[in-house]
């Protein structure tokens, strides 16, 4: 595998379920894993990439995507890495959700538009998908009914709201059972509402 990897939970082999968790700009996977004991729930394999410098790539999710490669397709390899990890080990890819803060969002949304099908379900705190405005979501594939939450602050200085809200839109036409939730003053973090809507697609699957 091409970048290291931390897990939590329940081993992968008697799990129900797996949760692959994103961190995000200058985070640590160790870190991300402390939403496994957020979510109070059992039977999860939990696994967490670790970037290597501690970044997914060095630009803004913003920036034309040239500016950010290699490391953004090097990045999205160690997520699809990560779930043939799984899939070998006997998790299919519907019992297999995603979900990252940050830059960890951004990359796990862009991950599953790329690679669409049904999913164990998609959770991106704070983020939206990757490029600059313009960018083409000519994506191939279906999502074909997998929950996606889509949490943020409509006052956050890294995530546009707009970027937000077409991500909801894009993710709905790929098949997406999608909610967005805008947090009023919320700022660049993680609230409690946001733990419970994740925690109710986990205790879905």
Known sequence: MSSEVIRAGTPVGTARAAMILVHGRGASAEGMLGLADAFEVDGIAFVAPQARSGSWYPQSFMAPIAQNEPHLSKALKTLSDVVADLERQGMPAEKIALAGFSQGACLALEFAARNARRFGGVVGFSGGLIGPDGTPRNYAGSLAGTPVFLGCS???FHIPLKRVNESTKV???LGGNVTEIIYPGMGHTIVQ???????AIL???
């Open 154 to 156: 409509d006052v956050d």
């Open 171 to 173: 993710l709905e036409a």
């Open 193 to 199: 509402d946001e733990i419970d809507h994740a925690k």
């Open 203 to 205: 205790n879905g699957l």
